[in-house]
């Protein structure tokens, strides 16, 4: 004999409040999606233009030598690579919005469940991508730390 736990058969309904606040959050959320790909146009723009910046900085001062135009390679490849790491959270967040606008107009929840997926998809890479970048910074904390013993005992 199966036993069943009370929550798989609870259905939620929203009040009509709760409604207004989802959609208002999904327009905020569409609003900032919009934004945000105006900033990984920006970045990609940006990256474009990196080789040619560094290797017209390396024209006017010979002491960067050959590593102007070089650097401005690097340069661009970081900002794609920003720009990548970018697109992402601003997807979900755009479909969570997309998403929560067609769930509330139709009154479909299973269109609800998926945009709560996609906001659920949003927030956890945003939380690894903070767990990396104060992974980092610790490490560039601990090496600053190596090397300021190192240089002070030469």
């Not at 030598?65 to 900002?79: H, Q, R, T």
Request: charged fraction near 10%; charge should be neutral; aromatic fraction near 16%.
């Amino acid at each position: 004999m199966e036993e069943h736990s009370v929550t798989e058969h609870f259905e939620m309904k929203l009040s009509t409040t709760a409604k207004e606040f989802l959609q208002e959050t999904a327009k905020w959320a569409y609003f900032l999606s919009i934004l945000g790909y105006i900033g990984i146009g920006l970045i990609i723009f940006a990256a474009l233009f990196a080789g040619t910046l560094f290797s017209a900085m390396a024209k006017m001062n010979p002491a960067m030598g050959m590593m102007g135009s070089s650097f401005g390679i690097v340069m661009a490849f970081i900002y794609f690579l920003i720009a990548v790491l970018y697109f992402f959270p601003v997807y979900y967040l755009n479909k969570f919005a997309s998403n929560a606008k067609l769930a509330l107009k139709n009154n479909d929840s299973d269109v609800l469940t998926t945009s709560l997926e996609y906001l659920k998809s949003h927030y956890k890479y945003i939380g690894i991508m903070t767990l990396v970048v104060f992974s980092l910074y610790l490490f560039m904390f601990v090496g600053m730390i190596v090397a300021g013993i190192a240089s002070s005992t030469l």
